[in-house]
Every structure is written in structure tokens, then in C-alpha cells.
């Protein structure tokens, strides 16, 4: 995808703090499984 914002650390710098929640809906109910197995 297209980069809007570059990377920034985890913990806030100082000052005014910001936080971002972004939310989607699904347009239907979907059923998740989790795999069988999982390379790790």
C-alpha cells in the first residue's frame, strides 16, 4: 500500500500525544478457525 505516515518508536515523544483507533466492519459474519499447526 501507499506509506501516508513514516514509521515512528512505540512510545509517545514528548509532548501532545495522539492516538489513533481505526475500526472496519466486516459487511457479513465470517467463522474463524485457527490452523492446525503453525510453523514457528
Known sequence: GQEIVSYESPRPTSGIHRIIFVLFQQPCRHTILP??????
Open 35 to 40: 490452523p492446525g499447526w503453525r510453523q514457528n
